[in-house]
């Protein structure tokens, strides 16, 4: 039996929970659970400075874990934290980490970091490997059309497109 005390915590717990991952479900591409802190996970647990830095996407760690927007991003050191800290904007990945190209037909699909072009200093991502292929086709007409889409899906849920 549950003590009136441990129920509100409960249910508090609950109710942040649902209200962050509701926020974070329509902007961001957060994997399936939650981390240590109660936020859902970006990029799937990878460091996004790797993205920019090396030649393969690096794991992150839960030890090196910074916020924004309600959502969690791993880092494989300290270093590569800090950097991320000091310019959040340039890391991220655009489109709340969805599929560049999904974004350009009003879709948000899941953003494999394996699939992955940085333009202009910007990361996007993509679904797989045969779409990553269709986007190379014309990346500049695949970006315009994911810029011009994302203002109207930014905020909706993904089984309302």
């Known amino acids: ?37 109660g936020n859902p996970l970006g990029m799937h647990g990878v460091d996004a400075v790797s993205m920019f830095d090396g030649d393969v ?13 309600g959502v969690d991003y791993y880092f494989a050191s300290k270093a590569s934290q800090q950097k991320f800290e000091a310019a959040q904007a340039a890391y991220l990945p655009q489109y709340g980490g969805f599929c560049a190209f999904g974004v350009s037909l009003g879709k948000k699909l899941d953003g494999d970091v394996r699939y992955a072009d940085i333009e202009d200093g910007k990361l996007y991502l993509f679904v797989n490997a045969a779409i990553f292929e269709k986007y190379l086709e014309n990346k500049e007409a695949v970006l315009a059309e994911a810029a011009a889409q994302w203002p109207a899906i930014r905020n909706v849920a993904i089984e309302d497109l």
């Open 1 to 37: 039996m549950f003590t009136k005390p441990i129920l509100a915590a409960l249910a508090s717990a609950v109710s942040i929970t649902i209200a962050t991952s509701a926020i974070a479900d329509d902007e961001y591409n957060v994997s399936n659970g939650i981390t240590l802190t």
């Open 57 to 69: 996407p690096t794991i992150g760690d839960a030890v090196h874990t910074s916020t924004v927007d």
